[in-house]
């Protein structure tokens, strides 16, 4: 489906990667930032991801765009205008006041937050992009059973929803336009929501499931899962560099967050500064 | 399918979860304990960390189970969960709207806010009403995550964390009912324990440096709204689905069929 | 010995008021290519799961008797020794695949079989060499068309090396194109590989039968009750077959018809190659009538069209393709026109502009000669019915009753009234007894039958119907067209877009070809299918009895072929052709 982040195909260090692996290194990075609340490390985390992407990854700079554009305008949206109208300061802080109308105020302490908060979804944005972008659905699902022993039917369950899902979007295209002809409009009051909800969710759930049940027939009729052992015409390996790039992964979000203690930048991580 | 394998399951997970939440309590306990300890005891952190060992230790004995599911079970599992990850990923656009609530009413709009966060553990409900094995939960909520992190999710890949902790914790909720009843109670107890989850990660990575009243009050939230948008949501969805026939070979239809 | 060996084969579902199968005994033999007849609801397809011995592991279901391949019981085999000898290819070219890409998929069989990589390799490309494939093996499964998938499906099937094929409706979810080439590729395979056999379950017989060695029929009840080869069984049990709605090659059909009416023939055609040395002595000598008889009309003429688009152009998005390119067409009221064309030609896409669903700009579409932009959704609504291809689409209620009553409902009308007209079209439709079930829960036959009726609860004087007969088997197919006929004879204006010529040739009076986003062609489907270079441009199959009607020279005074058995009747009798639709069996 096109989702806000799709796989991009190419060839490069970040795609030739184990996935499992892969993604092992990545959630240490974005581990490693959550735990961060000053705007500054999240910065450091961001162009950290963004040199992977471009350097390692090979990603051309519209791939990721979008997605990244659209956090931003939703985090200024949300956490910078947000917390500018609302921001309430630690007791006994004093609050800078950069404009005022009525009750109306801006403040900016809370713009600081709103972009810190913002600066910090969009580096936890950024590594999953890196991950989507240069790993192929399947590698990834056939990773998790070879690797990370994920119960292998479960795995093929996936493949198969995510094979599902254009049909999805079609097909809740056409139940619209189908309900429109027989009259029904969308009623804006809440009830009439949750109905229309229901209306369209059944006959998409319903059709889904239906699917579903003739290709696990379809699936069984090919002997899935009938012998005590089954082999991979795409065998997913694990080599040394997988190893060092998770390792990698770890010191690169150590070295990060110790240099921006150094640097006296740091909050979170049981950290706060100096007021 | 026996009961006595069914029970088997159930018994693995809660087993499993327990001991693993405690082996984490106590490796916790040791590290804190001394002169120049790693950290520094104290018991928010035990619980937190004893809940990720009990979700953790519900996963892994999960996985076993998963092995011994049907094909079709597996496969409606991952479809629904892959249906309802899309809606996650979907309500996590209309989540930033929310910040205005968080933000305009001073310390309590977390609370607030969080009345809107059950819906997060609907395939961790739903799921397991319809495919009634041991694993179902911990299943559909992970692949529900999956699909969210992968369409793209402003909590990029922590959504996987989190995945585990709701699922986790349903799952033992219905591990300890056997995996036998799945009346509207059970449900509600097995999205108290997804909320559990969710408030237990989002504690230990975002609101640490939050007051302990606000928290608290987030819990209380999380445990109503779950109730509302994921217990009796889920079972009011499945039941519909149930009445166009479309699951009539899943233990669900089989259930109402029997009466 | 038989390869097959099935004995006293019962198997019934839970909670199924009677079983799938009952007592069936049958043999097989290595390399045969069985056709199996029925009914929907006559276990066709449970058979084909109980040989591939997924009953009862896979679907539930309790089952008796025996079945025997090459001379061992399923029963004592193992689910994987069990599924190695039967290769399944399903109807629904959307939900038998669980890879992305197409190697993938055909390698998932052979994993599953645990063999060794280049073992795997080697016979990826065998396989899809059998069904023309090699060139997209890398491709994404959901690129191809549903022709290849289906015949992807079967290149999976035959990379596991099976000694049966079961093909369940392969080609039920095609057009005719696909279908017909589908065929061809079975066709090569039977003789590239005679040890296989061949069991398929199929409805439209033309372009299959040379290939059947043997025909098996199986009646309402999931009993057997005929078998034998093609030109006897359609010969013996004429009657037999005409009570099940059974849809014989067009040519046997015409045959038969003719032998009850007192002709000596002596022997059946299955083709129209046949055909023609059987006939050879009854077609006329003397010249056909100036002009084929006429279809009777809707009863309203005149007056402005009911549907018009004028000079219409779209594009789904800017700098996209044009889908419709500067095209005019009118249906006049009362008309029955069916609407065909190659996939993608813009027919759904003209269809969803006459309801607004695709929003035309001002003076381009017009109902009854109104300009559709000037009208309300209600409005509309209340003068064309559109029926979608899957009638699940449109419902949104949870009981029969209640969705015919829903336009109502929205349209507030009073609730008398409201019962009445659900009433009457609960029993004119024949749901009555289904009164109060989930719409969903409906048959396929039923569910195509509400949704149409839920298009005629406000009185709705043109009805739009998507694919109507499309993966239906031939019983509901013809029961819904001669609803449809009935309805059109009460002046309601009918719009069809349809692959299926039978369709056309039989019921439709008129017929418009979209080719690349225009009209290439309006007229009788007579004029159609006399045009060879439109009917090739178009990807049409035209009727059997068309070629066949070349074959002889035959041909009405302004160039057209006589298409439908009721004409050809009149015509091999020697008396005058009759007009009117032909029944079809």
Known sequence: MEGLLNYYAADSFLHRLNPTLKLAGLMALVVAVTMAFDPWTPLAFLLLGLFMLRVLARVPVRQFIRPLLLFLVLGALGFISANAFFYTPLPGRPVTILWQAGGVRIILEGIRVGISLTLRMLSIVIFSILFVATTDPTDFVLSLIQQARFPFRLGYGILVAYRFMPMWRTELEIIRAAHRIRGAGERPTLRGRWEQLQRYAVPLLASAIRKSERVAIAMDSKAFGALPRRTYYRDVHVRPVDWAFLAGCVLAAAAIVWGMAQLGLLEGYGVVPEA | MTGERRLGGGWAIILAGALLGIATVVVYWFASQGEGAWVTWSEINAVVLAAMGVAAGAAIASSEEIKRWTTWESILTAVLGGVIGILFWLWGLFWELLEFIKAGIPGYGYAVRDLFYGFWFLAAILVPYIVRRPGAALAAEMVGAIVSALLGSQWGLTVLISGLAQGGLAEVVFALRGYKHYDLPTLIAASAGAALGSWIVDYAFWYNELAVPIVVLMLIARFISAAVLSGWLGKVLSDALAATGALDNTALGRARIQG | ?585
């Open chain 3, 1 to 585: 010995m038989a390869w097959i060996d099935v004995r006293h084969l019962t198997v019934r579902y839970p909670r199924a008021p009677r079983p799938a199968l009952q007592d069936v005994s049958f043999q097989v033999e290595r390399g045969e290519t069985l056709l199996l007849l029925g009914p929907s609801g006559s276990g066709k397809s449970t058979l084909g799961l109980c040989l591939a011995g997924l009953i009862p592991d896979s679907v539930p279901a309790a089952m008796q008797g025996e079945v025997l391949i090459a001379g061992q019981d399923i029963a004592a085999l193992t689910v994987g020794q069990r599924t190695a000898q039967v290769g399944i290819v399903f109807q629904d070219p959307e939900a038998q695949f669980c890879m992305l890409t197409v190697e993938d998929e055909v390698a998932f069989g052979l994993e599953n079989m645990a063999l060794p990589r280049d073992e795997m390799e080697l016979r990826i490309r065998e396989s899809l060499g059998l069904v023309g494939l090699e060139e997209c093996r890398r491709e994404r499964v959901d690129r191809l068309s549903g022709g290849q998938k289906q015949r992807l499906a079967l290149a999976c099937a035959l990379a596991r090396r099976p000694s049966i094929l079961f093909l369940d409706e392969p080609t039920a979810n095609l057009d005719p194109a696909a279908r017909f080439e589908f065929f061809q590729w079975l066709a090569r395979l039977r003789a590239q590989q005679p040890d296989t056999t061949i069991i398929i379950v199929e409805h439209i017989l033309d372009d299959l039968i040379t290939m059947v060695d043997r025909v098996m029929l199986l009646n309402h009840e999931g009993r057997l009750v005929l078998s034998g080869a093609p030109a006897q069984v359609f010969q013996a049990n004429g009657e037999v077959l005409d009570e099940m709605g059974i849809w014989l090659p067009q040519v046997t059909a015409l045959a038969r018809k003719l032998r009850a009416a007192g002709l000596p023939l002596d022997r059946l055609p299955l083709t129209v190659d046949e055909a023609e040395e059987v006939f050879a002595g009854l077609v006329p000598a003397g010249p056909l009538p100036a002009e084929p008889p006429r279809r009777p009309a809707g009863s309203t003429a005149g007056g402005p069209p009911a549907l018009e688009a004028r000079r219409l152009s779209f594009r789904y998005r800017a700098g996209g393709p044009e889908v419709l390119r500067d095209l005019s067409l009118a249906v006049p009221q009362g008309a029955f026109m069916a609407l065909v064309g190659p996939n993608g030609a813009g027919k759904t896409t003209l269809a969803l502009h006459f309801v607004d669903i695709l929003r035309p700009p001002a003076g381009h579409v017009f109902l009854f000669g109104e300009d559709i932009t000037a009208l309300t959704t209600a409005d509309i609504t209340a003068r064309v019915g559109f029926v979608f291809q899957n009638p699940e689409h449109q419902f949104v209620e949870r009981t029969v009753e209640a969705e015919l009553a829903y336009s109502l409902r929205v349209r507030r009308r009073p609730e008398a009234e409201i019962a009445q007209i659900t009433d009457t079209l609960l029993a004119s439709f024949g749901l009555t007894t289904y009164r109060k079930m989930n719409p969903f829960a409906l048959s396929q036959g039923q569910k195509r039958r509400l949704s149409v009726a839920t298009m005629l609860a406000v009185g709705q004087r043109i009805l739009i119907l998507d694919e109507p007969t499309f993966g239906q088997d031939r019983n509901t197919a013809h029961a819904l067209m001669e609803r449809l006929q009935t309805l059109h004879a009460a002046g309601v204006t009918i719009l069809a877009i349809t692959h299926d010529m039978q369709l056309v040739a039989d019921y439709a009076g008129t017929a418009a070809v979209l080719v690349d986003g225009q009209v290439r062609f309006q007229g009788t489907p007579h004029a159609l299918f006399a045009d060879e270079e439109l009917v090739a441009a178009a990807e049409l199959r035209p009727p059997p009895l068309v070629e066949l009607a070349r074959r002889f020279g035959l041909r009405y005074g302004d160039g057209t072929a006589p298409l439908s058995i009721r004409e050809w009747m009149g015509l091999l009798q020697g008396a005058p052709a009759a007009g009117g639709p032909a029944k079809r069996g």
